[in-house]
């Protein structure tokens, strides 16, 4: 995964408190339990949610980097990026994810 399990806390973080500020998001507790914890466990869904997303992404990634590596001829610089772009868009798109 590229972003360590920290900054996906973070990003889960300030998504969470800036969709509740805009009205965006609506979270009702339940009986019992109160606001700070089912703060808590609304960004532990976000960021839960966040680490599959980038997983499914790092599994299409290795994917594309077995397609390279495949290659008879060795790619460099620019046009390996070319490729790995096409090839990763291709793989997304066969697999129904959207980049």
């Given amino acids: 995964m590229r972003l ?5 806390q973070r990003i889960a973080e300030r998504l969470s408190d800036e969709l509740a ?15 700070g914890e089912a703060r808590t466990l609304r960004i532990r869904a976000i960021a839960a949610a966040l680490s599959a ?4 992404e790092d599994e299409i990634d290795a994917e594309v980097e077995q397609i390279l590596d495949s290659y008879s001829r060795t790619l460099r ?3 390996r990026d070319v490729l790995f772009r096409k090839h990763k868009e291709e793989v997304a798109r ?4 959207t980049l």
Avoid: C, F, M, S
Avoid at 53 to 56: G, K, T, V
């Fill in 4 to 8: 360590t399990p920290e900054k996906v």
């Fill in 21 to 35: 500020e805009r009205g965006l998001l609506e979270y009702r507790p339940p009986d019992g339990q109160r606001v």
């Fill in 53 to 56: 997303d980038l997983a499914i």
């Fill in 77 to 79: 610089g620019t046009e």
């Fill in 94 to 97: 066969r697999r129904r994810y």
